[in-house]
């Protein structure tokens, strides 16, 4: 093991330069199966960053952020540290920072691929696979998965492996990457006779067939790291949700991970710092499976969980919940409780400043803000929702608490969103115009993490629980701010806006937020929800076929292609909106129907090129001079339409429905 003259070459990429503790504790256990190391850093590297991996190597470069990794090797290879230099070393390892780790001993994994007869390895095998959509069905060849590759002798020093980089060329597309490096290795290199394998053979549970196989170091890793010792586990995995993977499996064990992680005796401080840090609230939540069911009968807390906490009672003027002795009883039996009326004339900017000085000798504080409308009966279901999972019971509440102390990275916690009447439109998307209110909110006031407003909101803000720790800077500093206040007394609706703010500042802060449900109020929701799914499949049987999960979703995907050919022949240029994966599968399948195009149009900081597929590329400026009156078709994921259609309607093009690739 040791005894292997191995080069490194360890790639990072970081929008902020930052380099997180889970990186120098990865490197430092691979240290003693290195010879040396080649650190090159992607876009930033800060002073702190520098000094953390210098530990490790004198060589650290840092480039500009073009062409990932693919890109970033062959920068080493032939410039920052030279195929001279690479060649004195016997193996070459290829990884990079998007895992965290090892929760094993690296030891069990090198030992074991030493003394395989291959010629390059990698930690685990993508196999063949089927890529399924109502664009396009293609066959991905099977090929090791870029992160961590390991080249022997006989290749390093092959003219293969030096024609393979020399031909490679680095582009910005992250699909064409995959394809041209990480899925191109395996097949170049296996074309040549070289033989490979992977560390983590997972054909004990992925299906033989490639219509079946998807990636399961992202989407299923449980069985890897629990089962076959996977000594590393994708960062991704905390942060994608994919609900298309229910294709091939459900979701079982997912909601544990972290757990056992840490029982593995993994500091998940390091997954938690890098994460909340790089990561949007939404994803986090459902990629990390952050949702919970508390039980309001038994209470689970202990002494060192009795904290000073403070409930806040928000009423508007107009008739009380029903309930509202209830939970208040339940409230003056677990905390102090202070109740505020907002009436017509009332100051909300007033009221906030008092409120937040009084909470500075308590750790935990519960707000509900109380709904009111003319609809009595469905402002209750409303209220019942807020109450119900905040303060179902004094066990209940307990609970919460012990929540909380248990997990002291726990920031915030919220109820579920109400589903009845109109509410149930917007369990996909109720920002309505308060994400460009949040926005400007968060960067007065300085949050910089990722905001999920192109997702479901994750709070409105009108019931919660939170650490005081997780935000009394940011909402010290926010009653402080005049512009903020005078915004407040002049609309008293800002109030949302301060509180859907407070999920941010918590992550800012370092703390994550989850929603939480009580166990009484959960048998409701469970037997709402199958009885709403199963309604929607009895209403899709009249719409399509489909007879499984797969193909129940995958012919919503599908195109109108004879309304395209009528917008096209309705203007007179046409241009598709983005430049990556979602615009190349857009313009293949225009180009297959004999619909013309002519370009691609993307934002004014976003052009990599001039030309992409053999098509001008324009920023939208340049367009709009250029084509006043063009037809623009945006091809995007879902989460980036809330943003790009604005800006395409305010450039005053002639928009198709946005073409959306999730």
């Keep these: ?11 990072i990429y970081d929008k902020d330069g930052i380099i997180d503790d889970y990186i120098p504790f990865f490197l430092s256990a691979l240290q003693p199966f290195v010879s040396h190391f080649v650190i090159v850093c992607n876009g930033k590297l800060n002073d702190e960053g520098r000094r953390k991996l210098s530990v490790f190597t004198e060589d650290v470069f840092v480039r500009p952020n073009e062409g990932y990794d693919g890109g970033a090797i062959k920068d080493v290879l032939f410039n920052l540290y030279g195929w001279e230099k690479v060649l004195s070393f016997d193996e070459l390892l290829i990884c990079n920072d998007t895992f965290f780790g090892p929760l094993y001993p690296l030891d069990e994994c090198f030992k074991e ?4 007869d291959v010629d390059f390895w990698g930690m685990t095998l993508h196999k063949e696979y089927e890529v399924k959509s109502g664009y396009y069905n293609k066959t991905v060849p099977e090929h090791l998965q870029s992160y961590f590759l390991n ?4 290749i390093l020093h092959s003219r293969h492996f030096l024609e393979f980089w020399n031909d490679y060329k680095a582009e910005d597309s992250l699909n064409t990457v995959i394809h041209n490096y990480e899925i191109a290795f395996t097949t170049v290199l296996k074309r040549e006779g070289y033989r490979y394998s992977a560390y983590i053979d997972a054909s004990t549970f992925l299906p033989s067939d490639p219509r079946s196989n998807y990636n399961y170091s992202v989407l299923d890793p449980m069985p890897t790291i629990k089962q076959l010792r996977c000594p590393i586990i994708k960062k991704k995995a905390f942060s994608v949700y994919d609900v298309y993977s229910l294709e091939h499996f459900g979701h079982d064990g997912s909601a544990n991970i972290l757990e056992f992680i840490s029982d593995r005796g993994y500091d998940v401080n390091m997954i938690w710092d890098n994460i909340l840090r790089t990561s949007n609230l939404h994803d986090l939540i459902n990629g990390s499976y952050l949702y919970r069911t508390l039980d309001s009968v038994n209470t689970h807390a202990t002494r060192e969980d009795k904290s000073n906490a403070l409930v806040i009672l928000i009423q508007t003027d107009g008739q009380a919940y029903t309930n509202y002795d209830k939970y208040i009883a339940i409230a ?9 009326q907002i009436e017509g004339d009332s100051n909300p900017a007033q009221m906030l400043r008092e409120t937040v000085e009084r909470i500075d000798e308590y750790e935990y504080i519960c707000v509900v803000y109380e709904c009111n409308s003319d609809d009595i009966r469905s402002n209750a279901s409303v209220n019942y929702i807020r109450y119900e999972n905040t303060m179902a019971s004094r066990a209940y509440v307990e609970n919460i608490l012990h929540e909380f102390s248990c997990n002291p990275r726990l920031g915030y916690l919220a109820p579920p969103k109400p589903y009845h009447g109109k509410y149930f439109s917007q369990l996909d998307d109720n920002w309505t115009d308060e994400p460009h209110r949040l926005e400007d909110l968060c960067k007065a006031i300085g949050v910089t993490i990722p905001l999920s407003t192109g997702t479901p909101y994750i709070s409105d803000g009108s019931a919660f629980w939170i650490r005081k720790e997780a935000v009394a800077d940011y909402v010290t500093r926010m009653v402080k701010d005049n512009n903020l206040m005078k915004e407040l007394e002049n609309d008293p ?3 949302f806006v301060l509180s859907m703010a407070l999920p941010y500042i918590a992550q800012q802060n370092g703390y994550y937020s989850t929603v939480a449900i009580s166990d009484s109020y959960s048998t409701v929701r469970l037997t709402d929800f199958e009885n709403i799914l199963s309604r929607l499949i009895y209403l899709e049987r009249g719409r399509k076929e489909f007879n499984d999960f797969h193909s129940f979703f995958i012919n ?5 292609f004879d309304e395209i050919k009528s917008f096209r022949n309705s203007v007179k240029n046409v241009f598709i909106f983005g430049a990556g994966e979602c615009a190349d599968i857009l313009s293949n399948q225009l180009e297959k129907h004999n619909i013309s195009f002519d370009g691609f149009i993307v934002s004014d900081s976003h ?3 001039l030309q992409y597929k053999g098509y001008p590329v324009l920023n939208i400026s340049e367009a709009k001079e250029r084509y006043p009156h063009a037809g623009v078709i945006p091809a995007i994921i879902r989460k980036y339409k809330r943003e790009v259609i604005p800006v395409l309607e305010k450039a005053g093009f002639e928009l198709y429905a946005a073409v959306v690739i999730d």
């Design 1 to 11: 093991m040791g005894d292997v003259n191995r080069l490194a070459i360890y790639v």
């Design 113 to 116: 691929m030493d003394s395989r």
């Design 151 to 154: 080249v022997k002798k006989i």
């Design 332 to 340: 003056n039996e677990c905390a102090d409780v202070i109740t505020i």
């Design 493 to 495: 609706s800002y109030l």
């Design 556 to 560: 919503d995907k599908s195109i109108d």
């Design 607 to 609: 052009r990599k090129s």
